[in-house]
């Protein structure tokens, strides 16, 4: 059974920094491309960051290019979403997800980040 666990979130100020990580069970990282979403209170889910199976080409939504980094830590089997300079309107549910034939498929339970003005 895949399972996947989303932590790291919390509180922060802006401009702060926060590190989110993946944690996969049942699947190892390092053979599907992984991504980031998140969603806003009285939003749709949104595309945050994307990276491949083999760790090149990570994209990015316009409204984090520059201050969102995802990687992976494939030694652990995880996934981070590493993010700084971040604002108010960064607050969200944030997800991981394991992609399967070019779509999210197998999706973390979500992790809270508040950004405080």
């Known amino acids: 059974q895949v399972q996947l666990v989303d932590s790291g979130g919390g509180l922060v100020q802006a401009g702060g920094s926060l590190t989110l990580t993946c944690a996969p069970s049942?699947?190892?990282?390092?053979?599907?491309?992984m991504g980031w979403f998140r969603q806003a209170p009285g939003k749709e889910r949104e595309f945050v960051a994307f990276i491949s199976w083999n760790g090149g080409s990570p994209s990015y939504a316009d409204s984090v290019k520059g201050r969102f980094t995802i990687s992976r830590g494939n030694a652990k089997n995880t996934v981070y979403l590493h993010m700084s300079s971040l604002k108010p309107e960064d607050t969200a549910v944030y997800y991981c997800a394991a992609y399967v034939s070019g779509t999210p498929k197998y999706w973390g339970q979500g992790t809270q980040v508040t950004v405080s003005s």
């Open positions: 049942g699947i190892t990282v390092s053979n599907y491309p």
